[in-house]
């Protein structure tokens, strides 16, 4: 799924519930990505 959206918005939103369900934390997401945490919380 998130190869399909690499060139669209929802690539970031993808990465971030890919990340999550790998067991990082929204801390570790926010940072590794660039985001803030509530934009990880909103994503997820």
């Known amino acids: ?7 669209d ?3 970031v939103k993808d ?3 890919l990340m999550l369900n790998a ?5 570790q997401v926010a940072q590794a ?3 803030g945490d509530g934009t990880v919380y909103r994503y997820a």
């Open 1 to 7: 799924m998130q190869k399909q959206r690499r060139d």
């Open 9 to 11: 918005e929802g690539y």
């Open 15 to 17: 990465t971030v519930v």
């Open 33 to 35: 990505l660039g985001l």
């Open 23 to 27: 067991g990082w934390g929204a801390r």
